[in-house]
């Protein structure tokens, strides 16, 4: 009787790899290798794979992406980008925000190739959405490496506990405890995120 034997292909990666330290050229070559894999590469050269999301973090993301595409529309200031795109950033670590959002005066200086290429850059904006798997101190310290890579405003949301973290340059972070809204004032001038759909 035959049997199915699943063939190496987009979605898979060689367990060896799994855990396994390597350079950012490296990864690179990895994720030109196996592009629908959804993984990372922390600054001290770690590679993370990121399992799939649950029903629940996979709505919240969808309604959380709609908003923000929908002001960037109108808005026309900048681009936003969902949670399949990964950035490079200077420190050496590749990430893939939940959503993000870049300066349209910055876009419309890459290149085409560049903007096909994955990004070496960092966003202006960029959200992560806890799932109920991911550690807040892991994400929280991802949110200080966004700032200090040029990022200007990022929230980790929590639904657990209803709490949205804020961070801006050379601010303290502000916790917002059960926010029914939550405004990108003065970056994203006119956004306002309803929190009632992510909760």
């Not at 600054?43 to 629940?56: A, C, N, Y």
């Not at 923000?68 to 936003?80: N, R, S």
């Not at 190739?113 to 959405?129: I, Q, S, T």
């Not at 601010?171 to 992510?198: I, Q």
Request: net charge negative; with cysteine; aromatic share 10%.
């Amino acid at each position: 009787m035959a049997h199915n034997v699943r063939q190496p292909d987009d979605d898979y990666i060689p367990p060896e790899l799994i855990g396994a330290q390597m350079t950012p050229e490296q990864f690179e070559q990895v994720c030109r290798k196996y592009r629908k894999l959804r993984i990372e590469l922390t600054s001290t050269g770690e590679l993370i794979v990121m399992p799939p999301t649950g029903l629940l973090t996979g709505m919240r993301n969808a309604h959380l992406t709609s908003q923000l595409a929908e002001w960037t529309q109108k808005d026309a200031t900048g681009v936003c980008f969902g949670s399949s795109t990964i950035f490079a950033l200077p420190n050496g670590a590749w990430r893939m925000p939940d959503v993000s959002w870049y300066k349209r005066e910055k876009w419309d200086r890459l290149t085409n190739e560049e903007k096909e290429d994955f990004a070496r850059v960092c966003p202006d904006f960029v959200v992560e959405l806890r799932s109920p798997d991911e550690e807040v101190p892991v994400l929280l310290s991802k949110m200080s490496e966004y700032i200090a890579n040029g990022a200007s405003l990022g929230w980790l949301i929590d639904p657990s506990t209803k709490r949205v973290y804020v961070y801006r340059p050379n601010e303290e972070v502000v916790v917002l405890e059960n926010p029914e809204s939550v405004s990108g004032e003065p970056l994203l001038p006119g956004f306002t995120l309803e929190m009632a759909k992510l909760w």
